[in-house]
């Protein structure tokens, strides 16, 4: 990830003058142990199954992954030409820790791993997420997760 000063600099003022969302309230809920949660991943690495439709600069829409996944089944469409793929190239769990979170689970270290698991597509203003993030959070409590593993990328 490249420092906003190491931008060219009409990019970095246009990443700087990008309106962040602001809320009303600030919700809070108490954490279980770990050793009972059941934990799903939502990253912004622009992942998708090869059979799903690829990412599209500025879109908000998500991408739904099932948690047994085969790590070759899996493709990154980020558009951001500042954005290393190696480490995920050699390494799924850089950007998308699902073998981490099963190993976890297989350990007693946390109580399971939700059944799905959702991407979206970085570099995206945040209000036009609004609606997919919504949706996602329904779809995870419908998983009965009870907390998320937040991987922006």
Not at 34 to 45: E, H, M, N, P
Not at 136 to 144: F, G, M, R, S, Y
């Amino acid at each position: 990830m490249v420092r906003v000063s190491d931008l060219e600099e009409g990019f970095a003022q246009f990443v700087g003058a990008t309106p962040l969302p602001t809320f009303d309230s600030h919700p809070w809920a108490g954490a279980q142990k770990l050793t009972d949660a059941r934990i799903a991943i939502v990253s912004t690495a622009g992942l998708h199954r090869r059979s799903d439709a690829r990412f599209q600069g500025g879109a908000g829409d998500y991408r739904i992954i099932p948690g047994d996944v085969e790590p070759g089944d899996l493709l990154m469409s980020h558009v951001s030409v500042n954005f290393d793929r190696s480490g995920f190239q050699q390494d799924l769990n850089v950007a998308f820790p699902l073998g981490l979170l099963h190993g976890m689970a297989e350990e007693g270290a946390i109580g399971s791993v939700g059944a799905w698991h959702y991407s979206f597509m970085g570099a995206t203003d945040p209000t036009a997420m609004r609606e997919g993030a919504d949706e996602v959070a329904k779809l995870l409590k419908e998983d009965n997760v009870t907390a998320a593993l937040l991987v922006p990328v």
